[in-house]
């Protein structure tokens, strides 16, 4: 939102709280579920695939996105959050025994703030090498043989002369924002990719939930 679309801060901000409202809104549900020992793994299913479609949606989005283009995407992710972390915290503690629960949670949330960093790391490391994949790409039809650039980088040029430029400062001015422009769709289709890899991820580990065995509470009530 920041970088490529250049929404303010406060913008950007106030067009990610559908997430967390409707995360906060849908997460006692899940609780009144989990209390009337709802299988927690088919919670966390729903959960992990709602997340996965929410990346999806974010996926399609383009430069020309507005602040509205955000919104369902959001929604949908806030949903997938609040049916994924309440099982998994009731689920993942279930068979410790109460005199060691405060060593668990503590040893879950440093694995928490662990995963989280590596993860972070990882797209972002995903996020630099795809722009420069891109870059290349489209940097490659970016030259005076294609009509199309030609024809932009003049018009680019007498814009800039128009403004008072001269002749080879508007040609170097005209190059530098084709640059710029080929530079903010490589990054645009590098943050495509990252979602896409993240829906991704969000399916593959789905059948690893049900190797977690189900919680105890649950079973006896089966």
Same mark, same amino acid.
């Given at each position: 939102?920041?970088?490529?679309?250049?929404?303010?801060?406060?913008?950007?901000?106030?067009?990610?709280?559908?997430?967390?409202?409707?995360?906060?809104?849908?997460?006692?549900?899940?609780?009144?579920?989990?209390?009337?020992?709802?299988?927690?793994?088919?919670?966390?299913?729903?959960?992990?695939?709602?997340?996965?479609?929410?990346?999806?949606?974010?996926?399609?989005?383009?430069?020309?996105?507005?602040?509205?283009?955000?919104?369902?995407?959001?929604?949908?992710?806030?949903?997938?959050?609040?049916?994924?972390?309440?099982?998994?915290?009731?689920?993942?503690?279930?068979?410790?025994?109460?005199?060691?629960?405060?060593?668990?949670?503590?040893?879950?949330?440093?694995?928490?703030?662990?995963?989280?960093?590596?993860?972070?790391?990882?797209?972002?490391?995903? $996020? !630099?090498?795809?722009?420069?994949?891109?870059?290349? &790409? @489209?940097?490659?039809? %970016? =030259?005076?043989?294609? *009509?199309?650039? /030609?024809?932009?980088?003049?018009?680019?040029?007498?814009?800039?002369?128009?403004?008072?430029?001269? $002749? !080879?400062?508007?040609?170097?001015?005209?190059?530098? &924002? @084709?640059?710029?422009? %080929? =530079?903010?769709?490589? *990054?645009?289709? /590098?943050?495509?990719?990252?979602?896409?890899?993240?829906?991704?991820?969000?399916?593959?580990?789905?059948?690893?939930?049900?190797?977690?065995?189900?919680?105890?509470?649950?079973?006896?009530?089966?």
């Amino acid at each position: 939102m920041q970088e490529l679309l250049g929404f303010p801060a406060v913008t950007a901000g106030l067009w990610n709280t559908p997430r967390g409202l409707t995360t906060m809104a849908f997460m006692p549900i899940a609780g009144i579920l989990i209390s009337r020992r709802w299988d927690m793994r088919r919670l966390l299913t729903f959960g992990i695939l709602t997340g996965a479609v929410g990346m999806v949606m974010l996926s399609f989005l383009s430069l020309e996105a507005g602040p509205l283009s955000f919104v369902l995407p959001q929604v949908v992710i806030g949903l997938g959050l609040s049916f994924t972390f309440p099982p998994l915290a009731t689920i993942t503690v279930d068979p410790i025994p109460a005199e060691q629960m405060g060593y668990a949670t503590s040893i879950i949330a440093l694995m928490r703030n662990i995963g989280g960093g590596v993860g972070i790391s990882a797209v972002t490391t995903l $996020l !630099a090498r795809h722009e420069q994949i891109h870059r290349a &790409i @489209l940097a490659r039809d %970016v =030259n005076p043989y294609n *009509a199309l650039a /030609s024809g932009y980088l003049g018009r680019l040029s007498r814009l800039l002369i128009s403004q008072g430029e001269g $002749l !080879a400062g508007a040609r170097t001015g005209a190059i530098g &924002i @084709l640059s710029g422009l %080929v =530079n903010r769709q490589a *990054a645009a289709l /590098s943050y495509m990719d990252a979602f896409r890899l993240l829906a991704l991820l969000f399916v593959v580990v789905v059948p690893l939930i049900w190797i977690m065995r189900r919680a105890q509470s649950d079973a006896h009530s089966a």
